[in-house]
């Protein structure tokens, strides 16, 4: 454990792991911290914690600075247990410190270390705190990496608290990267790449959030502290971020009863076009179906579509699924999807035919798996005619396939 002084009354408390940690299907070769910041202000204040596995020995650590029950906040950017889970340990010991988070921490908190009497202070983008002697400023980053998160700048100390945001995964005993001895960039876009990237839309919102804010330190949640250089670990981020040169193509081809799998098909196009991407649609009971595998072989992506009728696909649908099942797709990704009724049978039936070609197929499992987004679905099933909710269902899946297909690493 560390304490370490980043400014006046302003301490880093962290945990250095060495461990080979599994972390997001990862094992982190070189460990990773977990830091948190206390600010020891008239208002003493916590930003983050720590791993629940170092919980106890953060709160004897912390003690030494200062007596928990003179805690008046305790921050939390982010509600994953690597830097909240010291609660579980320092929730009982800090008996007067108010919960300071997002609205949708909230409830995470509360079922996570049971603190549903606890007092929350609730705060909202561009929100501020006065702690006696330093103001906070909040920024919600939502999706960087998790619907809750925020950011932290103290205005007085200009450091920015982004917790996993600009982190490194390295157990690193020289605290600041200008110390390390070696330049942290590799580490620096190797946790990019892992953690932030999948959420790279998002990414934009932060850029935004950090313009016209004078940070001189960025004392993020694992790894190195950067207090040179700043501009540059920003503008990776914008740059590794931004779009690529943009020439992909995505292909939607549909069966439909009454018009509603084809809204489905007319949404995701609407969507794809609104990302500057190419997408071309066909009935496949209108068009020929030359003309609609040529398109296919050309497309980046490709949807396939049906509505469901006697628990099966209806019209000219299955004899282009067959011929996919022969063609070489490699490199493609595919997602099936389509409006029913009752139990929507017919879009399985065209993820098993999809699961047979050698696409990048999608689903809702390897959504989650591999990012930990959970609101985006796949295949998409719509209920009936598409509106509301249903729309914001189908946009999220063609911004997430937008996403890979614009993705700049
Ligand atoms: Fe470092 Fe999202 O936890």
């Known amino acids: 454990m560390n304490h370490i002084t980043l400014a006046e009354n302003t301490y880093l408390v962290g945990k ?22 206390l600010l020891k202000t008239e208002k003493p204040t916590l930003i983050d914690t720590v791993d629940m596995e170092f919980g106890r020995e953060f709160v004897e650590h912390l003690s030494e600075l ?43 908190l509360k079922e996570m270390y049971k603190m549903h009497n606890r007092e929350f202070l609730v705060v909202k983008d561009g929100d501020t705190l006065d702690i006696g002697g ?26 920015l608290f982004p917790c996993d945001i ?62 040179d250089e700043i501009q540059k670990y920003i503008g990776l981020y914008a740059t590794m971020s931004a779009d690529n040169v943009n020439d992909k193509k995505v292909t939607i081809v549909y069966t439909t009863i009454r018009s509603n799998t084809k809204k489905v098909a007319n949404h995701l196009q609407r969507i794809f076009e609104e990302n500057n991407i190419q997408a071309t649609v066909f009935n496949a009971d209108k068009c020929e179906k030359s003309d609609i595998l040529a398109s296919i072989k050309e497309a980046d992506a490709v949807f396939i579509g ?71 679905e796949f295949p998409v099933r719509v209920r009936f005619s598409p509106k509301d909710e249903q729309l914001k269902k189908i946009e999220h899946s063609a911004t997430f396939v937008a996403d890979l297909l614009l993705s700049a690493v």
């Open 306 to 376: 049906s509505s469901t009728k006697y628990a099966d696909m209806i019209g000219n649908l299955e004899e282009v699924l067959k011929d996919l099942v022969e063609m070489d797709l490699e490199g493609k990704i595919g997602a099936a999807f389509g409006s029913y009724g009752w139990s929507g049978e017919a879009i399985e039936v065209i993820q098993d035919y999809l699961m047979q070609t050698n696409m990048n197929v999608q689903s809702t499992s390897h959504v989650i798996k591999t990012t930990g987004m959970t609101h985006v």
């Open 134 to 159: 330093k103001t906070l400023l909040f920024k919600e980053t939502p999706y960087l990496h998790t619907e809750e998160t925020m950011i932290t700048y103290c205005v007085e100390d200009k450091i």
């Open 166 to 227: 600009f982190s490194t995964h390295v157990a690193n005993t020289e605290i600041f990267a200008d110390q390390a001895g070696f330049d942290i960039t590799d580490d620096f876009i190797g946790y990019y790449n892992a953690i932030i990237h999948p959420h790279r839309r998002y990414v934009r919102t932060l850029i935004n959030a950090l313009e016209g804010l004078d940070v001189q330190m960025i004392a993020p949640s694992h790894g190195y502290i950067l207090r």
């Open 16 to 37: 250095n792991d060495t461990r080979e940690v599994p972390f997001h299907r990862l094992i982190l070769a070189k460990g990773t911290t977990y830091n948190a910041y």
């Open 66 to 108: 200062i007596d928990p029950t003179e805690l008046h906040y305790i921050v939390i950017n982010h509600t994953e247990p690597d830097h909240s889970g010291g609660m579980a340990a320092l929730a009982g010991r800090a008996t007067n410190a108010i919960i300071v988070c997002t609205e949708p921490a909230v409830g995470e």
